[in-house]
């Protein structure tokens, strides 16, 4: 298996710290504001590595943060008369909501950063005893000259980052890039006590102190958007490396690219920024998610109403094939396909850098390929068919689930049409197709056999 690790920027062999166990990180939100489309496509696709994994037979712990204590968290509280927990509590049931909406279930534990607070002071103090950290009046600081590898994951050196840090100073920070680890109560901030006083912690702190506390000091994989890279996963690594003395906070880097909208950057200001639920009401999840995987997961993607109806038209074809494939009952054909040969072609593609858009290509060549011999078809080799699509289905999630019809019935309707047509009566036969399909009831007559499915 190869990943294209962001730390190095290249190509490397995926190689566990222990074989047959992985211990994975993704970047969870701050609960101040509803999940919006962004979200979602990080979401979705770690959602699929995490699954495909187990797929492969690894033992995946699936860890996400959940920052649930922030200024913009604190902001919003104050703006509408509410406790920062009351914000904190009221949006994280909100993603939590969406995330089963999305079929994404994948996730071991969510870990709210206000309940590892204990953790977060100890990494501090060893932080500070190991003379990385400072305190200043308002807080304390990571002295970032003292990491010299800072900025290898975003590819930049010391000398550039200090350039770009310049600028108005708002914090007592002795030097422009030094970042903030524990920041001192300001009148009427919610705070815990620490050794340097009333207060909450810096946003990097949280994510190093929680990964530690399940992981240790060295993990597989850590994952988040590609907006991350710096300062975020760059102050984690300082953070880190600086306690432990190791060589990596996360052997493999991964980073999901940007969602444009119509081609514009999302942004709230450009009143282009599409809330996941909206996206929901319209689409199926299904949808949604045969829309984030089926390009390169470290690009951009191009998000508009021309991407989900296609999605969506997608989505279904395949549905109605695999339906299809259920309730084919013929005990003869010709035509035959090797499950475990096509299963390994497919674990291939996903092998090359989890490459879900070669797969979706490739899974729908199958389709079509399947297609052409439908007529060919025994029942022994639909149901190695089924196999196959529900095995890529235990990671991608894009099969719905069939609503559900008394078969006896429509067995009845079916003998009631072959009547009617076998008497050349066109019309009561045509007429019941038509009713059929306004109850989106689908039917196929493939020589003397009619097959029927549900399209949801």
């Known amino acids: 298996?190869?990943?294209?690790?962001?730390?190095?920027?290249?190509?490397?062999?995926?190689l566990p710290l222990n074989p047959g166990?992985?211990?994975?990180?993704?970047?969870?939100?701050?609960?101040?504001?509803?999940?919006?489309?962004?979200?979602?496509?990080?979401?979705?696709?770690?959602?699929?590595?995490?699954?495909?994994?187990?797929?492969?037979?690894?033992?995946?712990?699936?860890?996400?943060?959940?920052?649930?204590?922030?200024?913009?968290i604190i902001n919003k509280a104050a703006d509408e008369g509410k406790t920062y927990k009351e914000i904190a509590d009221h949006y994280f049931e909100e993603y939590t909501k969406i995330m089963q909406m999305l079929r994404i279930d994948s996730i071991n534990y969510y870990a709210r950063a206000s309940l590892y607070?204990?953790?977060?002071?100890?990494?501090?103090?060893?932080?500070?005893?190991?003379?990385?950290?400072?305190?200043?009046?308002?807080?304390?600081?990571?002295?970032?000259?003292?990491?010299?590898?800072?900025?290898?994951?975003?590819?930049?050196?010391?000398?550039?980052i200090m350039?770009?840090?310049?600028?108005?100073i708002k914090e007592e920070k002795n030097a422009p890039e030094d970042f903030v680890l524990w920041k001192k109560m300001k009148p009427g901030e919610p705070?815990?006590?620490?050794?340097?006083?009333?207060?909450?912690?810096?946003?990097?702190?949280?994510?190093?102190?929680?990964?530690?506390?399940?992981?240790?000091?060295e993990y597989d994989i850590h994952g988040g958007g590609n907006d991350l890279i710096f300062p975020h996963h760059e102050a984690e690594i300082a953070q880190m490396r600086s306690i432990s003395g190791k060589k990596y906070l996360a052997r493999y880097w991964l980073h999901t690219g940007m969602v444009n909208i119509n081609k514009e950057k999302m942004s709230k200001s450009l009143k282009n920024f599409i809330q996941t639920r909206d996206i929901l009401e319209l689409y199926r999840s299904e949808d949604l998610r045969f829309a984030m995987v089926n390009s390169n997961y470290n690009t951009v993607i191009d998000f508009s109403e021309q991407l989900m109806k296609d999605s969506r038209d997608a989505v279904e074809r395949i549905n109605i094939f695999y339906n299809k494939m259920l309730e084919v009952k013929s005990s003869h054909g010709n035509y035959t396909v090797s499950s475990e040969k096509i299963i390994k072609h497919f674990n291939n593609v996903m092998d090359r850098n989890f490459d879900t858009r070669g797969l979706i290509r490739e899974f729908t060549a199958f389709v079509s390929e399947i297609y052409k011999n439908i007529g060919d078809i025994s029942s022994e080799t639909a149901s190695e068919i089924?196999?196959?699509?529900?095995?890529?289905?235990?990671?991608?999630?894009?099969i719905y689930p069939k609503k559900s019809l008394n078969t006896d019935i429509m067995d009845l309707v079916i003998e009631i049409r072959n009547r009617a047509r076998s008497e050349k009566n066109y019309a009561l036969s045509?007429?019941?197709?038509?009713?059929?399909?306004?109850?989106?009831?689908?039917?196929?007559?493939?020589?003397?056999?009619?097959?029927?499915?549900?399209?949801?």
């Open 1 to 14: 298996m190869i990943i294209h690790n962001t730390l190095g920027q290249k190509d490397a062999d995926f």
């Open 21 to 72: 166990r992985i211990n994975m990180f993704v970047c969870g939100p701050t609960v101040y504001d509803e999940s919006h489309i962004g979200h979602a496509r990080t979401n979705i696709f770690f959602d699929v590595i995490a699954k495909y994994l187990r797929a492969r037979g690894y033992s995946v712990f699936y860890l996400q943060n959940i920052t649930d204590i922030d200024d913009k």
């Open 117 to 160: 607070i204990k953790e977060i002071i100890g990494q501090i103090q060893r932080i500070m005893d190991h003379g990385y950290a400072y305190e200043t009046r308002d807080g304390v600081y990571f002295n970032v000259k003292k990491f010299s590898e800072y900025g290898e994951l975003s590819n930049q050196n010391l000398d550039q």
């Open 163 to 168: 350039e770009n840090a310049r600028g108005v």
């Open 191 to 217: 705070f815990w006590d620490s050794p340097w006083g009333k207060g909450r912690p810096g946003w990097h702190i949280e994510d190093t102190a929680i990964t530690e506390a399940y992981f240790g000091s």
């Open 386 to 398: 089924v196999g196959i699509v529900n095995y890529v289905d235990s990671f991608l999630n894009i």
């Open 430 to 456: 045509d007429y019941i197709r038509k009713k059929l399909e306004e109850q989106n009831i689908y039917i196929e007559d493939n020589g003397e056999k009619t097959i029927w499915w549900i399209k949801n």
